[in-house]
């Protein structure tokens, strides 16, 4: 078992010898993040990105690829949500997150499916349990609570030199998913859950229609580091005017 599991399970255990009460319900959360993951997976069209239709613009994994790459890192997101509830700073997070890509890696023979949704994913869950466990106003947004407790520790933490997300951010100056998240996921509140609350209302009966039309505005509106590393600022430009 992980240093990771080992903890929670140890948290668990003390809790009921101690009579505390559960103070977040981690299966439900992860249980949320996985049926998020899924419902990513299942929505189509995605230009570039996989999907149980196609590869995509990928030839070294497949919609199989992603279903156990999800399986294996389901129970990360529980004890990151066990981890915010205890109150744990950015390293403890951190560790929680490294083992998780290690998970993802083993089940997918060295592909990266999710190491994105490991970062930003597992930080909302542990935003919610830090909500939870009285550690922040709960009238904060989970994107404002994960910039609240951790954005200064997201910005000053290690950085991988090799990473293509780094050498994009230093040959463009893009921003990418680091600052999002310290910066509280501002794409997600001021583009994604408008576009999909407008799906929803445009399409009521057609929710992959509105997952899709979310899609669309963040491609058209995000300085999207994957895809300057990919075809640099012409093909981002080009991406943002075809979504729009």
């Not at 929680?96 to 993802?104: K, N, P, S, V, Y």
């Not at 407790?149 to 100056?173: M, Q, T």
């Amino acid at each position: 078992m992980s240093p990771a599991l080992q903890f929670a399970r140890s948290t668990r255990a003390a809790k009921r010898r101690s009579g505390a009460p559960c103070i977040v319900d981690s299966e439900a959360v992860a249980a949320s993040a996985v049926q998020c993951l899924l419902l990513e997976l299942e929505t189509w069209p995605k230009p570039g990105l996989v999907s149980h239709v196609d590869s995509g613009s990928h030839d070294d994994m497949d919609a199989d690829t992603f279903r156990a790459s999800i399986a294996a890192i389901a129970s990360y997101f529980r004890v990151l949500a066990e981890a915010g509830a205890c109150g744990c700073g950015m390293g403890r997070l951190r560790v929680i997150g490294l083992e998780a890509e290690a998970a993802m890696v083993a089940a997918t023979a060295g592909v990266n499916t999710h190491r994105g949704a490991i970062f930003g994913m597992g930080l909302l869950c542990a935003a919610v349990g830090a909500t939870a466990g009285g550690h922040i106003d709960p009238t904060l947004s989970l994107g404002a609570t994960v910039s609240r407790l951790w954005g200064d520790s997201i910005l000053d933490g290690p950085v991988l030199l090799h990473g293509h997300g780094s050498g994009v951010r230093r040959r463009f100056g893009a921003g990418g998913a680091r600052m999002e998240a310290a910066q509280g996921f501002p794409s997600v509140y001021e583009v994604g859950l408008p576009a999909l609350r407008r799906g929803v209302l445009n399409a009521p009966d057609d929710a992959q229609a509105a997952r899709v039309e979310a899609c669309f505005a963040l491609i058209a509106a995000v300085e999207d580091t994957n895809l300057l590393h990919r075809a640099g600022p012409s093909g981002l430009q080009f991406a943002r005017l075809a979504a729009r």
